[in-house]
Every structure is written in C-alpha cells, then in structure tokens.
C-alpha cells in the first residue's frame, strides 16, 4: 500500500492547487494591456479578468468594472469561467474523499484495503478537476493569442497574458501532481501461489 507520507504530500498539493485555482478565477489579470508598436508611454494599464475589467493608473488609483451581462461575453470566455467553477466544486469534492480514505485520518472506517481505494477515488476525482481547469486556462489563452496575431485587432486593443492566467496554470498542474500521488494509493492484490502446495505427509496414529 502507498505511504502515509506520500498520500500526505499529495493532499497538501491538491490543497494548495486548489488555492491558487481560487485566486486565479477571482483575480482580474488575466490579460493585460500589451501596447504594442506604441511609442506613447502611458500611464494606464489595462486588465481584463473573468468576472470584471480594471484600469490600473500609475498613481495607484484602481477602477474596476464588473461585466454587466453574460450574453455580451464571448464564447471563450464564458467557457473558461463554467470551466473554472466546475474544476474548483469538483476538486473540493476530491478533497473530501481523498481525506476520507487517507490512513492519518479515522473516516472511512478501519479496513485498510477500503480506505486505499477511496484515497485512489479522491486522487482521481482531483485529476478530473484539474484537467477541466487545464483545459480553460489553455482555452482562454489560445484565445488571446488568436487576438493578438490577427491583423484586423486595433494595436491599442491587444492584450497578453496576465499574473492570474499564470496562477491558475501552476495551480491546476499542482492539483494534477497532487491527485496522482493519490491516485498511487490503489491498493495491491496479494499474490496467490503459482501451483497448488503439496499435501502434508504427516499422519496422525491412534
């Protein structure tokens, strides 16, 4: 069976994977301003996240705006966020089991080989997670990029990557380590004899 030290390691991945999924989707640099063929310094950084669109000044002044409409929102995006939700519910819920069939823990009763394969469903349940968030950073991003190389895009309009896009990667990848070390606890069938043992000679006499 998979080691308690191993099976710890892996929850504590998952957990702070799970974080910075939070952090990345709440954030709101998800793309920046890129100026690019600009000569004019400006002193206003503009970002656009999932939830709001902000204006950084350079005297520290933040203005933020919260899309006022879903339908107005482009398909990428409203992908990216159902995709975002979806992943954090999901690998809550494979925190849960994972911590269930963990051996540090006494849920999931006291029968070693049941609690490994719940360990192994939680790891799983973490990697599916992580995968749909995967898919949604990867997503929003080709997105970006197909705006920034399309020649009819105003120069003043095209954005890059931001910090969050870049959170929320680690934070998805971290999940992804996190539930195959999990997923290791798949407990091991023992091994049955090859051929069949041989009768005892021994006899007992009266």
Sequence with gaps: MANSGLQILGFALALL????LIIGTILPQWKMSAYV??????????????????????????????????????????ATRA???????????????????????????????????????????????????????????????????????????KYEFGSAIFIAWAGAFLVVIGGGMLAASCPREKSSPKYPRAPSTNKDYV
Excluded: R
Excluded at 48 to 77: H, P, R
Excluded at 144 to 152: E, G, K, L, S
């Design 83 to 157: 995709l975002m939700i979806v992943s954090i519910i999901v690998s809550v819920a494979g925190l849960g089991v994972a911590c269930m069939g963990m051996k540090c823990t006494t849920c999931g009763g006291d029968d070693k080989t049941k609690k490994s394969k719940i360990a192994m469903t939680g790891g799983i349940i973490l990697i599916i997670g992580s995968l749909c968030s995967i898919v949604a950073c990867s997503w929003y991003a080709h997105d970006i990029i197909q705006a920034f190389h399309n020649p009819f895009t105003p120069v003043n309009t």
């Design 17 to 20: 994977g799970l974080i910075g």
């Design 37 to 78: 063929g600009d000569n004019i310094i400006t002193a206003i950084a503009m970002y656009e996240g999932l939830w709001m669109s902000c204006a950084f000044q350079s005297t520290g002044q933040i203005q933020c705006k919260v899309y006022d409409s879903i339908l107005q929102l482009n398909s990428a995006l409203q």
